[in-house]
């Protein structure tokens, strides 16, 4: 399940209850998809929190100009990365991979 912090609340409350422990969550701020612009950490552990609020064992990825050079802080805070066109080119793509086993 895809969502943006903005709309949180409501996106959780759509979800069957019933459902809920059986979803993965990906937050993806629109700001931050494709863009190059970043959040912070503070923002991730936020959503996340409030995710498992409703569902305490939900698996919470990060999405959004997700680099080599911010996957290993974003693997801290989150149980794993959606990565878009960074994963584009190979080089870049195995830069990522390195940094994130490094984490």
């Keep these: 399940v895809c969502i943006d912090e903005e709309y949180l609340e409501e996106q959780l409350a759509l979800i069957d209850p019933t459902l809920v422990s059986k979803c993965v969550f990906a937050y993806e701020p ?6 190059g612009n970043t959040i912070g950490v503070d923002s991730v552990i936020r959503v996340r929190e409030k995710i498992r609020q409703v569902s305490p064992e939900a698996l919470v990825l990060y999405g959004g100009s997700v680099t080599d050079q911010n996957v290993s802080e974003y693997l801290l805070v989150a149980d794993g990365v959606l990565v878009g066109s960074f994963a584009l080119d190979a080089d870049n793509f195995v830069k990522l991979l390195t940094a994130s086993t490094a984490a």
Excluded at 30 to 35: D, E, F
């Design 30 to 35: 629109l700001s931050a998809i494709g863009t």
